[in-house]
């Protein structure tokens, strides 16, 4: 079975930076479409970034130019990079793993990494 593990998350400032990861057990995500998800308080949960097998990425409107989501399959993580950062991107983010694009995300929802911005 697949477990994930969300890490980096913190409290920052309007307009700085964090780094999550998101560590892989069980399997080797090089055969997976990875995804980067978040969910604010009240709202659902989203998809903000995605990387495909062959490492095509897409984004939320929201987080376009500023976010970047990458991966090591050696390592088995995968990565967010959030640069300028607002206060609407306060939320849990959480990763989770796709067999394809066009289906729904098969991997456990975990506990997830808080990233909460001020202003």
């Known amino acids: 079975q697949v477990q994930l593990v969300e890490s980096g998350g913190g409290l920052v400032q309007s307009g700085g930076s964090l780094r999550l990861s998101c560590a892989a057990s069980?399997?080797?995500?090089?055969?997976?479409?990875m995804g980067w998800y978040r969910q604010a308080p009240g709202k659902q949960r989203e998809l903000v970034a995605s990387?495909?097998?062959?490492?095509?990425?897409n984004y939320a409107d929201s987080v376009k130019g500023r976010f970047t989501i990458s991966r090591d399959n050696a390592k088995r993580t995968v990565y967010l990079q959030m640069n300028s950062l607002k206060p609407e991107d306060t939320a849990v983010y959480y990763c989770?793993?796709?067999?394809?694009?066009?289906?729904?995300?098969?991997?456990?929802w975990g506990q997830g990494t808080q990233v909460t911005v001020s202003s």
């Open positions: 989770n793993v796709h067999l394809s694009l066009s289906r729904p995300p098969v991997g456990p």
């Open positions: 069980g399997t080797l995500i090089s055969i997976y479409v």
């Open positions: 990387i495909t097998v062959g490492g095509s990425t």
